[in-house]
């Protein structure tokens, strides 16, 4: 029971992670991202590449998948993005499947359709019994590193100037232009690090997770009900709504696997009627 | 200007922009050409025609109505699945089952278009995708009725109008497909010329003002939502009767995404679209799956992006100006 609690909690950590990005992108910004994860996918194949061709150490590997995430993702939104956030949700939509299906058929052609597994150092294969609880190291790790993580984010976002300037720039573009915020560097600044933690959280989350090219779509729907649920006030929405969804997947899968995701699906659909602008979300926000 | 005389001239203007152009004659002239003249590309043809239906039904929701779904493969699954189980049941004749899917997924669309009434695109689009991935999770775990994974076999319906058997060269079943797109294709134009049409077209475009005139937006919505819903379970319907068989693929996001994607390339709001881009993106997708077979998508991914970037309008806008000759004078 607590081990599945702790299973739940890895995964909506994890979960977290890769969306948070979204989050801003998507909640704060308004753009209909549906290639978000196509940015996890990017960071966990540079990983997978990276350890098991080139031999790179895993955790040498972390870093560099949100770099290259997070580069990939400042071109994209320079290049592209910057000319979608003006036009409507349908081409919004039309324009990410369309980088979705670049991203799956570019991967397969470039590493293969088969799954990936990454090499992971021994010592994360271990499990820890505490009090009766079995605890995988490798769980143990994403928690921690993911936990960091979220609080890092909450800081930067509450405390600091870009967080300011970002929350500013969301709030009232016009006005925080006027305000001498280079409010198209905020967001671009602000895309590269969402889609450097997706590439994160993908490379973290390749071995719970799965990793193949169909990655993106698979995790489309979890990525958009945690931002849905989540609303966008702010990291605490989003956290908690990731790591419930972790848990009750992950509880639904183990005490009612007939039912598979239903429950999840069914759960996001009461929600989004029961509060259409999410369960955290500030009153009269947007 | 009296009353009577504003009524009067709003019915002129009305049945003028209602009226059966050359253009339209014409391409369903070359349907039936198709028909008579191509009898080896019966098969292709047909789920082009049944495709197109179903392009043809997002139509209805998106061009129309104005909701985004990302979903629509639930209405052309529940269709396929309703006709297959039907015919397994002892409902043989393909006409009886046609209507009986429809029935089926109407009620179906009826149901859930209370969940698009409310909230933004966004809310739209995932109620939309879930409805779809729920109805995929129910096909795949109850095998016992559905046949899960393996899909459903063994559907045999029987002759249309109890004279023509399902030929394996697809031959009567593109006749079959054809017809009944033809006549469902007659009674959608006859639906959005109407001055009922015309009141979905007012709320896609504001739906405060429409509802500030009268007219009720959310019935309206519904209407259209189930109308549309029937529609592609009929579509659905056709592709289980004609290929005799179902699978879980009918309720896969690619077929939600990629009947978008012919949509926008076919144009949205004037119903040939869904048609003509079914058999674009057909034609497309041969194109490029006989140079790289295994990587298609990112073609056509990249159509898309580049598409978007390029402006839909400024797409558009080319076959209309070729319609607009094709026809003479501008109306």
Redesign the interface.
Known sequence: MLTNLFDGLAYGMLLFVMACGLSVTLGLMNLINLAHGAFAMAGGYVTAVLVNRLGVPFFAALPLAFVASALIGLVLERTLYVHVYRKSHLEQVLFSIGLVFMAMSGVSYLVGSEQQFIKLPAFLANRYEVLGVSIGAYRLLIIGVCGVLALVLQLAVARTRFGAQLRAAVDDPVVARGLGIHVDLVFAATFAVGSGLAGLGGALGAEILGLDPTFPVKYMVYFLIVVAVGGSAGMTGPLVAAVLLGVADVAGKYYAPQFGAFIIYALMIVILLWRPQGLFAKAGGR | MSRAENIALAAASLRKVSAVRAAEIAFWLAALAAFALLPDQALLLSEVTITGLFALSLDLV?GYGGI?S?GHAAFFGAGAYAAGLLTKMGVTDPLLGLALSAAATALLGFVTSF?VL??????R???T???A??LK??A??IPGITGGADGLQGVAPGPVLGIWEFDIFGQVGFGYSLAVTFVLFLIARRFVVSPFGWSIRAVKENQLRTSAIGIPVSRRLIVVYTLAAAYAGTAGALLAQTTQFVSLDVLE??RS?NL??ML?IGGTGYLYGGLIGALLFKLVQDAIANITP?????W??????I???IG?DRIEAIPRALLRRLRGATP
Not at chain 2, 118 to 123: E, H, M, N, P
Not at chain 2, 294 to 298: A, G, K, R
Not at chain 2, 300 to 305: K, P, R, S, T, Y
């Open positions: 998106l985004v990302l969940l409310r909230g933004s695109d966004l809310t689009i995932m109620v995708l879930a409805v991935v729920l999770e129910i795949n775990r996001f690619h995404a978008m994607l926008v295994e990587y298609w998508e990112f056509i991914g990249l159509l898309l992006v598409l978007v970037l839909r």
